[in-house]
């Protein structure tokens, strides 16, 4: 990405990072442009998300878009006190789903990932196909039956309701299956082995440092799927002081028959939930290895 | 899905200790008891309860309800109702705008991004994928807004020109509207993947070509798309998942506009059947319906642009 | 999957024999009615600002039993919750159900009889309401909030229009002509295809019955003439553009509203509070009147919304429970929460505590306000009936209706599917229909 400030005429051609055109050819005005307006198209939505969070509830209804309000600091003062400070329970709750969650499903899934690529085994076949499976199912078939047989364990209503099933993600094995192929070569582990190595030690010791920057995209991929997912924990918890900040502000908007919706809240919390998340990507960005995902075709 | 890349020869194989046995299943231990656990048992409970259903028996205004076997009863409720029918209907089209629009857009940022010397590549490369932060709930809830007659900064500027309202929540253009939502959010992450995988080829691919005078157009058409045919493949399967399972963003905009009912698409219909109709056992036989039936689709995708994009490899 | 078994009948000898003096029941072997030694917790669901101040008025006073709150979402979400949770054994104690979807949780055994704890409490109630919680002479829950229908206006802008608020139907659609005659930006009123509690309020006070039980056999009516009437009522003004047909509380409304060009909504008493919430500026401009009449001079009107405290069957003591829900429908304590929230109490004592209060923050002019709402309050249809399947009414009703003002085919037909939808659930799920 930083090569396209090295100088055309410093720069050895041809090497694999080489991305410059001709030197004759002048720079282009018009994929900036594009750009740009493809940039404002993903941005205006945000911005008025931030500027109708700055309004009162009735200015929200009275007053032109994108026109910035006075009740910036009364929306927020009313978040945090709501229902005695449940918008700060509702974030960390996120915060404990989406950190935990990715972190041991990444885990899972990379130990999973590895042995599909790096083994073969009676069952392989089948149980890549049962993932791919997996990866096809829409979620909210599967919500019920997962609600009711959480309740016959007796775990429906707890954290693990929520945490449990976010641990798997065929996607991510189907993801750490393609990357583990790609960047462990067979050859490293066969000669840690002849010094001696365990499975367990190939794994820990010569694998996982090789997969980190594959296991960065699954935390990532896992951690927004799990920070953004309604459904699961709007079926599973019944306790708000559970919720995670989707079901929270969704009951913000939802109310009962003679009890307003709360706009000017949902539309402040809205804006204060989606900042860390935001913020979050813009710092891992680079971390991601998104090719991976596409590599795994050829495989 | 043919060779087996990494995998140790099978010669080799046949050697291995009995602890190199074990470890593959070790690996996946933890993996597929959650599989099991929270995927399949919860499908074959999903496929047992399509066909169960509720049925009052004995006396009493309310008498008993108790849960009996129906046969295939749920599964010709399901094929026989015309709502559902339509949703699919609805779908189609729904998709028909949306899994073009999303992956010509991400393919064009992305080799826009990819050409040399763009001023702003950075930015736009981070402002286009900020939409993928935003989770669906909150997405549907602002586009809601900046649609609507009063609150859309669109009508506004086309009343200070003097031109008519546009009402996007209905006839034609709300599938559109709805499409745009999945647009707005899919497009940067579409874009990303499409991007990282032209920057992972090599660059001395393009040179010849250059030498040649080939135009950065020519080089993108005749280059860089097919060699990103895997990853175009990929988004478009996960466009086309997506579409069959849209749910959040119309359920978001029904209570603006009176054109989206509660079965708009498939996936509405389950969710006011199993929610709101409490019928579990006829929401049961629909998703299993709409399972299978994004299976095929998935399956029939990758057999196409398999022997399309990698020909006889 | 254990399904509660629901037989009215022996429910209700089960009362007979409890009011006599409870010691022995059929239902009081079951489970073990000994007090506990510590103190105990109820789990109480509900939605909406009252409850969380009156739970914790309840636990001031009450250290043995402590509730706690959870808001498990609005009306509809929260029923959907409680069927689920009670098929999977994670119930509450006690909860808030609406009165239309009562029938509903008994029918999935999620609303349990409370007959035998009742007592004399309700006497504490006009008959109009405690029925609402009543079936067949059981009772399964303690009225707490009412929506007697009312007309909530833009007393202002009706004024600089020099339009006279109607008193009956009849008036009203030629007081919708002349506020679109005085100002073409402005509708009298909405007609919200997707608001079935409303509608059904309306055809109510028209003496439409949309269900009723008799022995074993149920009557539908929503395809009733009293309904259709309302809904060529509405039919007319609809082809007339004289309302406007739109969903309520959307944020486009909400700005209609602001700018006053909607000048009038038919509603629960609860309407003031929730107004208030979208066009606080407005305040002192709005003001409420009795529901225009279907029949000059018989005032009585349906309610639309409220709600009953419903112990539940996983209650595990049901006694206590209903001790709590007693305490949170009908004393004054609770009553006095619920006004300062901006609800209408259910219980004659909690409406008779309004006469005191000072009206609803957005309407601080009308010193009336109360007394008005007492008169309707006094006025409500004796006996409304809701059925078993409401859920799928309204469900069929939403769409069926705003289809039909989206296509513009007629709401009669839209009536009639919903009814068709209806009579058909019931037939499948082995309820005996009475063809008419």
Request: charged share 15%.
């Amino acid at each position: 990405m930083a090569t396209s400030t090295v100088s055309p005429l410093t720069r050895p051609l041809p090497t694999a990072a080489a991305r410059l055109g001709p030197p004759a050819r002048p720079r282009r005005i018009w994929p900036s442009l594009v750009l740009l307006i493809g940039a404002l198209y993903c941005l205006v939505p945000v911005a008025w998300v931030v500027i109708a969070s700055t309004k009162s509830n009735s200015e929200l209804f009275t007053t032109f878009t994108f026109a910035p309000g006075s009740g910036l600091l009364d929306n927020l003062r009313d978040l945090f006190s709501y229902g005695g400070g449940q918008f700060a329970q509702w974030a960390l709750n996120s915060l404990i789903f989406a950190g935990f969650g990715s972190v041991a499903c990444t885990l899972i899934s990379t130990m999973a990932g590895f042995a599909l690529a790096k083994y073969t085994f009676p069952g392989r076949q089948i149980v890549f196909y049962a993932i791919l499976g997996g990866v096809l199912l829409p979620g909210i078939t599967l919500a019920i039956p997962q609600y009711l047989l959480m309740s016959e364990i007796g775990l429906a209503g707890s954290y693990w309701s929520v945490l449990l099933p976010s641990l798997i993600s065929p996607f991510g094995i189907y993801l750490a299956r393609v990357y583990a192929g790609a960047a462990v070569p067979s050859e490293t582990m066969e000669a840690a082995r002849i010094d001696g190595a365990g499975d367990a030690r190939v794994f820990s010791a010569i694998a996982l440092p090789m997969l980190v920057p594959g296991m960065v995209t699954i935390f990532l991929l896992q951690f927004v799927s799990i920070w953004n997912n309604f459904l699961l924990p709007f079926i599973m918890l019944s306790d708000e002081r559970m919720y995670p900040l989707t079901v929270g502000l969704y009951t913000l908007l939802s109310k009962g028959s003679g009890t307003p919706s709360l706009y000017s809240l949902a539309i402040i919390g809205a804006a204060v939930a989606i900042i860390p998340l935001v913020v979050m990507m813009l710092v891992l960005q680079r971390y991601w290895r998104l090719d991976l995902i596409s590599g795994g075709l050829k495989g | 899905m043919s060779a087996e890349i990494a995998a140790a020869p099978p010669d080799r194989a046949r050697r291995r200790p009995r602890s190199r046995w074990v470890a593959p299943y070790t690996f996946l231990l933890p993996a597929g008891i959650l599989f099991i656990a929270f995927l399949a048992i919860p499908m074959v409970y999903a496929l047992y309860l399509s066909f169960r259903g509720l049925r009052v028996t004995g006396d009493g205004p309310f008498g008993v309800q108790e849960e009996t076997w129906v046969g295939l009863s749920n599964y010709v409720a399901t094929f026989t109702d015309p709502e559902f029918l339509a949703g699919f209907g609805r779908l189609a089209i729904y998709g028909a705008i949306a899994v073009p629009v999303t992956l010509g857009l991400a393919l064009t940022f992305a080799l826009l991004l990819d050409l040399p010397r763009v001023r702003g590549a950075r930015f736009a490369r981070t402002a286009i994928f900020i939409p993928y932060a935003v989770p669906g709930v909150i997405a549907s809830l602002l586009w809601g807004f900046l649609y609507l007659p009063s609150t859309s900064p669109a009508n506004w500027l086309l009343g200070q020109l003097g031109l008519p309202e546009l009402t996007v929540l209905d006839g034609g253009i709300l599938f559109g509207s709805v499409a745009n939502i999945a647009i707005w959010s899919g497009v940067g992450f579409n874009m990303i993947i499409i991007y990282t995988s032209l920057r992972g080829i090599p660059g001395d691919v393009y040179e010849a070509a250059r030498i040649d005078g080939a135009s950065e157009w020519d080089i993108a058409y005749r280059i860089k798309i097919p060699l990103v045919g895997p990853a175009l493949v990929l988004t478009g399967l996960f466009a086309l998942i997506g579409t069959l399972q849209v749910y959040g963003e119309p359920t978001t905009l029904r209570p603006m506009t009176n054109a989206i009912s509660q079965t708009w698409v498939p996936l509405m219909k389950i969710y006011r059947d199993a929610f709101v109709r409490d019928d579990l056992s006829l929401a049961a036989a629909s998703s299993v319906v709409l399972a299978l039936g994004t299976l095929v689709l998935s399956v029939l995708l990758l057999r196409i642009t398999q022997k399309r994009t990698f020909g006889e490899s | 999957m254990r399904r509660r078994i629901l037989a009215v009948a022996a429910l209700s000898v089960a009362g007979l024999t409890l009011a006599a003096c409870s010691s022995d029941g059929a239902e009081g072997a079951e489970e073990d009615q000994s007090t506990p030694d510590g103190p105990i917790t109820l789990d109480y669901w509900a939605w909406g600002t009252a409850q969380q101040p009156m739970v914790e008025a309840w636990n001031e006073a009450h250290p043995d039993v402590q509730v706690v709150h959870t808001d498990a979402g609005g009306g509809g979400d929260s029923s959907a919750k409680l069927v689920t949770a009670t098929r999977a054994e994670n119930a509450p104690d006690v909860a808030i159900v609406e009165y239309n979807t009562l029938p509903a949780m008994i029918v999935a055994g999620v609303a349990a009889d409370i007959s035998e704890y009742t007592g004399d409490l309700e006497n504490e109630y006009a008959p109009g309401v405690w029925s609402q919680a009543t079936f067949d002479g059981a009772s399964y829950g303690v009225p707490q909030d009412a929506g007697p229908m009312a007309l909530t206006y833009n007393q202002a802008r009706f004024d600089e229009l020099g339009v006279e608020v109607p008193t009956t139907w009849a008036e009203f659609a030629e007081a919708a002509e002349a506020v679109r005659e005085a100002d073409p930006d402005t509708y009298i009123t909405t007609f919200a295809p997707a608001e079935f509690g409303g509608f059904a309020g309306l055809a109510q006070q028209a003496g439409a019955e949309w269900w009723t039980v008799e022995g074993d056999t149920w009557t539908v009516g929503i395809d009733s003439d009293a309904s259709l009437e309302v809904a060529d009522y509405w039919q007319d003004l609809i082809d007339r553009d004289l309302v406007l047909a739109e969903p309520l509380l959307t944020p486009e409304w909400n700005a209609a509203l602001n700018a006053g060009e909607i000048l009038s909504w038919p509603a629960g008493l609860w309407a003031a509070g929730v107004l208030n919430g979208i066009a606080e500026p407005m305040a002192g401009d709005w003001a409420m009147a009795p529901l225009p009449q279907w029949e000059e001079g018989n005032p009585s009107v349906a309610f639309q919304g409220g709600s009953a405290v419903v112990v539940t069957t996983s209650a595990e003591y049901p006694e206590i429970a209903a001790e709590f829900a007693a305490w949170m429908g009908a004393s004054d304590e609770a009553a006095a929460i619920q006004i300062e929230q901006g609800q209408y109490p259910a219980s004659l004592a909690g409406q008779e505590l309004t006469l005191e209060s000072d009206p609803p923050l957005l309407m601080p002019q009308q010193e009336d306000y109360w007394a008005v709402a007492a008169e309707i309050a006094a006025n409500t249809v004796p006996e409304i009936s809701w059925g078993p399947n409401v859920n799928v009414a309204s469900s069929a009703f939403q769409d069926a209706m705003s289809a039909a003002v989206q296509n513009g085919t007629p709401l009669r037909e839209a009536l009639a599917t919903t009814h068709e939808a209806v009579v058909e659930d019931m037939e499948t799920a082995g309820f005996t229909v009475a063809t008419d």
